[in-house]
């Protein structure tokens, strides 16, 4: 929907307009009741305003003062010095940034895609399914509950290069003995693949939701139109799916713009620098090199991004496909 | 253009309900058939055997000579038009209509034509880029008919496709439908709760009621002689009055209540086995169309005193619901319009020219046509003839 802000201006004016003026001791008792439940309600609200204040919003606002300061630390703490722009301009500058953003960027749509395409088949198949659909659901979302960090170590007892069991079957058939973790590129696979395998159940699930909430007569229209199962598929479930693809890639968007567990468990963000997302960079900066000020710069300039391609993705699937398409 | 045979079929659902039993039925190639009964009786069960939606459970199925119980909806060429419309919400009015000539690979300038066209007869033409969330009910309805239409397939398959639509659009739809049906000289069944619609539009109506076929026949012979009570009662709008009987132990008068009524004795040649139940009871059926107003001092032995319950001046006509003091025999399932319920609470209706001056409560003659009136057994409650 274009917004039609000339449209919206004129009905304020008229609702403005329209109000009539209260009479005076109805506005009195009426305000003081709103008054009394809105503060019932703001003391009622006030620990976990200041809860969520302390934990989310105080830290985000503090790594963003960071990020523009000059942070210098002593013995005794450490001080903000005159506000800059250096940190960020260190950032632009540093290949290591950039290959970061590009190596998470990458990662991202990588594992993103083929979560949802591989997602995508698996819930055609279990919403199928007449019999142990609740169970197929529950066996799929065991990867998905499992904490990565404890994940990430199970990929880490497989990718292993001395004892590792995807390394003894590469023996055992003859495939030699390669170190996964030990190459970029083996690497970044690798941690796909266990990314992979731990989320393609979580697109698998939402879209499951999403294909019982199909009303089911039109693919039964469809099929009296003539259409094949790959033409259904592609004329009416993919399209009328879309609201519920875009959930679940937003969602994995968010999160894998985030990657911190599994390079933190199963390379440390290497070999070199191969697998060293934005996190893991801001956590290096941060907590190996001291250096407070680039570390924050690094992750608002993450924070941004992904809000900005979030953003842009909404827009682009509003567009496409609105919510008043289903009906 | 092909033929449709039923043989036999039956559906039971997976749950044992046994929706439709043992139906026979031959559509031919070019015929409308209309498909009435109570709610729940097994129609749209019917239409989605055919349609391949439904797995037949007895019997066969074939659509042009071939038996086509096994094939897949999208290989039988038929063209449905669904109970609640089923359209794609993600498609335009007009994407909706060509989706189906679309995937047969027409060039698009024909699948453009032909929506336009189908378009217009629908009067839809406005609305082509609207999608059908976009609509009311009754244009929805029509993008529904429209999906149909478009297409020259084996068979139409018609769930209560104009029931949404007002009075007037639906007299214009009628004739659309049946001309298009004609043009194309496609085997239609059309399920229709509208009294109107099975007279006018079928060819044949087969009336089916708990999932068994009653009877099949043209309008007239299922008005003149429905083969049993529920037919009668379900043909006809008001429904038939039905009441208890009894025929005289010469079988020449029949007794309603306190009152007796001459059988004409051409009524014997065309039900000779009604003799076989003088003396017993039966159940009468007079059409609320067979009563009309006495002349005062004109014959009296084919005329019923009756108390006057309700009038209903329709303009064209006046409905007066009466009360007599015979037994009235209930036809429950048949009982399916409003109307029909008023109809049991004034025991009896006639349907009679406008201008009648006369009051509730006041008594009225009603003069019966004596040849039409029918006969049912009260155990079988088959027509006696
Ligand atoms: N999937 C199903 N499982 C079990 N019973 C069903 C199923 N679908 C329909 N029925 C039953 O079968 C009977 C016939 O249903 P059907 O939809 O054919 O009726 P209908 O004649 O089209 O009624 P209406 O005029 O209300 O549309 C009904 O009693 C219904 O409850
Ligand atoms: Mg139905």
């Known amino acids: ?55 989310t919003i105080f830290p985000i606002a503090f790594s963003f003062v960071l990020s523009f300061s000059n942070v210098v630390v002593s013995g005794s703490g450490f001080a903000l010095e005159n506000p800059t722009f250096g940190n960020y301009s260190e950032l632009f500058h540093s290949s290591v940034w950039r290959y970061s953003l590009a190596f998470t960027i990458f ?27 609740g169970l197929m659901m529950s066996l799929l979302l065991l990867p998905w509950s499992m904490i990565t960090v404890i994940s990430a170590e199970l990929w880490q007892y497989i990718f292993e290069g001395t004892y590792g069991v995807l390394q003894a079957i590469f023996q ?46 039109i693919f039964e229209a ?34 894998a713009f985030g990657l911190f567990d599994l390079p933190f468990v199963l390379t440390g963000g290497g070999p070199g620098t191969a697998t060293t997302s934005l996190a893991i960079l801001s956590y290096k900066v941060m907590f190996e090199d001291i250096a407070y000020g680039p570390g924050a710069a690094v992750a608002v300039s993450a924070t941004l991004l992904v809000i900005l391609g979030s953003l842009a993705f909404l827009k682009v699937f509003r567009s496409q496909v609105g919510r008043e398409d289903v009906q | 253009m092909a033929s449709i045979l039923l043989e036999k079929v039956g559906k039971v659902y997976p749950n044992g309900y046994r929706a439709v039993e043992n139906l026979d039925l031959e559509i031919a190639e070019g015929e409308f058939l209309v498909l009435v009964g109570p709610s729940g009786c097994g129609k749209t069960t019917v239409l989605r055997m055919i349609a391949g939606l439904e797995e037949i459970s007895t019997g066969d199925l074939k659509i042009g000579g071939a038996v086509v119980n096994d094939l897949e909806p999208k290989d039988r060429d038929v063209a449905m ?18 989706f189906a000539l679309k995937l047969r690979k027409l060039p698009k300038e024909e699948v453009r034509r032909k929506v336009e066209e189908a378009a217009e007869i629908l009067g839809l033409s ?38 949404n639509l007002d009075a007037k659009l639906r007299v214009k739809m009628r004739s659309e439908v049946r001309r298009i049906q004609e043009r194309l000289g496609v085997a239609t069944v059309y399920v229709t709760h509208d009294q109107v619609e099975a007279m006018t539009m079928g060819d044949r109506v087969a009336v089916m009621r708990d999932g068994v076929l009653q009877q099949c026949d043209t ?71 067979d009563l009309s107003v006495a002349i005062p001092g004109g014959p009296t032995d084919g005329s019923l005193i009756t108390e006057v319950q309700l009038l209903e001046a329709l303009g064209s006509e006046m409905m007066v619901h009466f009360s007599i003091d015979a037994n009235l025999v209930t036809e429950e399932a048949a009982a399916e319009e409003e109307e ?17 001056t006369v009051r509730t409560g006041e008594t009225l003659m009603l003069q019966v046509a004596m040849e039409r009136i029918h006969f049912f057994d009260p155990e079988t409650t088959w027509a006696i003839w």
């Open chain 1, 107 to 133: 990662y991202t749509v990588v594992t993103v895609l083929v979560e949802v395409v591989l997602g995508t088949m698996i819930a055609l198949v279990v919403e199928r399914l007449t019999k142990g659909r």
């Open chain 2, 126 to 163: 406005e609305w082509l880029d609207r999608k059908p969330k976009q609509l009311s009910g009754g244009q929805r309805q029509r993008v529904a008919m429209g999906r149909a239409i478009v297409r020259s397939p084996k068979a139409f398959l018609m769930d209560e496709p104009l029931s």
């Open chain 1, 222 to 255: 469809a099929s009296v139109d003539g259409a094949s199962g790959w033409t259904t598929f592609f004329k009416i479930t993919l399209p009328l799916l879309r609201p519920t693809i875009a959930i679940a890639v937003l969602f994995r968007i968010l999160q």
């Open chain 2, 340 to 356: 029909d319920i008023l109809v049991h609470k004034g025991e009896g209706v006639a349907r009679v020219a406008p201008d009648l």
């Open chain 2, 219 to 289: 309008p007239q012979q299922l008005y003149d002689h429905p083969v049993n009570q529920f037919v009668g009662a379900f043909i006809g709008s008001p429904a038939m009055n039905l009441y208890e009987a009894k025929l005289g132990p010469d079988a020449t008068v029949i007794s309603l209540g306190s009152q007796t009524l001459r059988i004409p004795e051409s009524t014997f040649a065309r039900r000779p086995a009604l003799r076989g139940f003088a003396g017993r009871m039966v159940t009468v059926g007079i059409r609320p169309e």
């Open chain 2, 81 to 98: 038009v669904f109970q609640n419309y089923a359209l794609y919400p993600h498609m335009t009015v007009a994407e909706n209509i060509g």
């Open chain 1, 1 to 55: 929907m274009p917004d039609l802000p000339g449209k919206q201006e004129k009905l304020t004016v008229i609702a403005e307009r329209v109000e009539a003026p209260p009479r005076p001791e109805a506005k009195l008792r009426r305000d003081s009741h709103t008054r009394r439940m809105a503060r019932v309600g703001w003391a009622m609200s006030t620990p976990a305003l200041v809860f969520v204040g302390l934990v």
């Open chain 1, 172 to 217: 055992a058939v003859g495939l030699g003995s390669p170190v996964f973790l030990g190459t970029p590129t083996s690497a970044v696979v690798a941690m796909m693949v266990a990314d992979i395998w731990k989320t393609t159940p979580f697109v698998a699930v939402i879209v499951v939701a999403g294909l019982v909430m199909l009303p089911g007569e």
